[in-house]
């Protein structure tokens, strides 16, 4: 691939010995400085097939100036933060600074680390000297209405970027995309959108009718008595993410929980000790199931279905990585045998079902019964907690006042706070949808709040969720699609002395004499070889 010496040492440093796939189709392309639509499965070296080239072209040509160049867009902060880790392990032994701005750690730290004019910067707002633009995972950034953000960064870059797009999946949102943000990109298909890892053993658990509540036993009893270490366990809210993190917690098994009720700190010291080992089982909402590559992940459980094909193939490409195998289990009620039957439509390899023994879901649903008032004790300790923390806040804000602390300047955002208001309502409008009405939406929040909600209704209302989800999906197919972009084909080459069309050349011919005979008609010469008479002549005219 001609790598320099510097990146070549720090590959043979990340024992990287042979190039994936995608890398070996994109990063000959990104060194000649083409334009990229690249789409390939998860956990395939998207990131480093984008970044050896970008790291070789800031080798190439050194900066004259303390400029950013190179800006990286990522969907979440975990994304942003591997994608970091992985461009300071390639230019480890450069001279090229790299940089995070992500949400939820030090804004102060981030701002003096912007000032100093980083190389090749990870999720910020776009500058318009970058050299290169990097859409990583632009799928997911559409899916979480970010694309009236993503096309305000893209307008402020500088208009002769190289632009390089990554996504798992390219739907028509992305092909959209693609047509405003690239110019004659090289486009580079690996593998299906839907393929799962080649290694993977697809399971899936029946959960009978009218019996939801079951799906917290079931998952108790796989953790109990078959997956003990190492597995990701998938929710499809953050709440009852929360609670399995409790009530695992009590059962006695080593549990972390990723999702985005938390802060970043947290959210990062809990993915460091499950990648340390320090955690067994780590408990997830959607937000882990893009680009995070995690070694050593075994078993991934569907607490629920996912909305839609994408999100499960993403969600299940947590384990079974770069070649190794790895398990998924999924449990599926009679409102989700719909999705069974598009995994079973694509998979390479059967799905096999798992029974487990009655008896033994009837014993951890009675064992869990039992802990409900210890899981309510809890969560009723963590609001006390909060609403202390919250009245210390605002004490902390009122003495800030008294003492006369200057605040800081108020950070503007690109959009007023009026579009920003109708965005939501758009979105609450797509929710309605799903629903069928408002008071149907305003019920199911209410009863999604109630405290003695039931198992069945929880299970339920993640489903529902799931479903609403889906919908959505579906209607925004159903629209009418945009004219995209299209690439005019060049003009072909004329020969030496070659005469030009007598067709091309009367349509392009704009002299004086030439429009006055438009305006005119055609002359008598005309007339007579066309054989019309003056009062045709005057009606051709």
């Known amino acids: 691939m001609n790598l320099s010496r510097p990146i070549l040492k720090a590959i043979t440093a990340l024992a990287f010995h042979q190039p994936t796939p995608i890398q070996k189709a994109c990063v000959p392309v990104g060194l000649l400085g083409r334009d990229v639509c690249a789409c390939a499965a998860t956990g395939t070296g998207k990131t480093a097939a984008f970044m050896l080239p970008i790291l070789e072209r800031l080798l190439y040509k050194p900066r004259s100036a303390q400029l950013t160049r ?4 990522v969907p979440t902060r975990e ?50 000297h970058i050299e290169i633009l990097v859409l990583d995972e632009a799928d997911r950034m559409l899916d979480e209405y970010f694309e009236e953000q993503m096309k305000e960064i893209i307008r402020q870059c500088s208009h002769s970027r190289q632009t390089m797009l990554f996504s798992a999946t390219l739907t028509d949102q992305v092909k959209d995309l693609a047509a405003v943000s690239l110019k004659d990109p090289v486009k580079i298909f690996v593998n299906s959108n839907t393929d799962v890892a080649p290694f993977l053993r697809q399971e899936f658990v029946r959960i009978r009718a009218n019996r939801e509540g079951d799906r917290e036993a079931v998952v108790a009893a796989l953790l109990t008595r078959t997956f003990q270490d190492h597995v990701m366990l998938f929710t499809q809210t953050r709440k009852q993410a929360h609670r399995l993190h409790i009530l695992l917690g009590l059962m006695g098994l080593n549990v972390g929980e990723l999702h985005g009720e938390l802060s970043q700190t947290q959210r990062l010291e809990n993915l460091r000790r499950f990648k340390d080992e320090q955690v ?41 990585r770069a070649g190794r195998s790895g398990r ?10 719909r999705m069974l039957k ?28 039992k802990l ?74 209410k009863d999604s709040k109630r405290k003695d909600i039931s198992p069945e209704e929880r299970a339920q209302f993640e489903i529902v969720k799931a479903q609403m989800f889906a919908e959505r999906a579906a209607k925004r197919e159903r629209r009418p699609k ?15 002395g070659g ?21 005119a008609g055609p002359s008598f010469e005309d007339r007579k070889r066309l054989g019309l008479n003056r009062k045709a002549a005057n009606g051709h005219r």
């Not at 190179?70 to 867009?73: K, P």
């Not at 998924?328 to 045998?337: D, I, Q, T």
């Not at 945009?482 to 020969?495: F, I, L, N």
């Open 70 to 73: 190179v800006l990286v867009l």
């Open 79 to 128: 994304l942003g933060i591997q994608v970091h880790s992985v461009a300071r392990q390639l230019a480890q032994f450069t001279s090229i600074a790299t940089c995070l701005a992500v949400g939820g750690l030090d804004l102060k730290s981030q701002e003096a680390a912007l000032r100093a004019g980083p190389d090749v910067l990870i999720a910020t707002p776009g500058l318009s």
């Open 280 to 320: 067994d089982v780590l408990v997830a909402t959607d937000v882990a199931a893009r680009g995070l590559d995690i070694n050593g992940v075994k078993t991934v459980i569907n607490f629920t279905m996912p909305s839609t094909q994408k999100h499960y193939v993403h969600r299940v490409g947590r384990t079974a």
């Open 328 to 337: 998924s289990v999924s449990l599926v009620g009679e409102a989700e045998r």
């Open 342 to 369: 598009e995994v079973v439509k694509t998979a390479k390899s059967a799905v096999k079902a798992r029974v487990l023994p009655t008896e033994v879901i009837l014993k951890f649903r009675d064992h869990i019964q």
């Open 372 to 445: 409900e008032k210890d899981v309510e004790a809890v969560l009723k300790l963590e609001r006390e907690e909060r609403e202390l923390a919250a009245s210390e806040a605002k004490l902390s804000v009122a003495h800030k006042r008294l003492e006369g602390a200057t605040s800081d300047p108020q950070r503007v955002w690109f959009q007023s706070q009026q579009e920003r208001k109708q965005s939501l309502s758009k979105a609450l409008q797509d929710f309605d949808q799903a629903l069928k009405g408002k008071k149907k939406r305003q019920q199911f929040m």
């Open 482 to 496: 945009r004219a995209r972009a299209m690439v005019e084909d060049p003009a072909p080459p004329t020969g030496k």
């Open 499 to 519: 005469k030009k069309s007598v067709f091309d050349k009367e349509l392009t011919n704009t002299n004086s004499r030439v429009l006055k005979q438009y305006r």
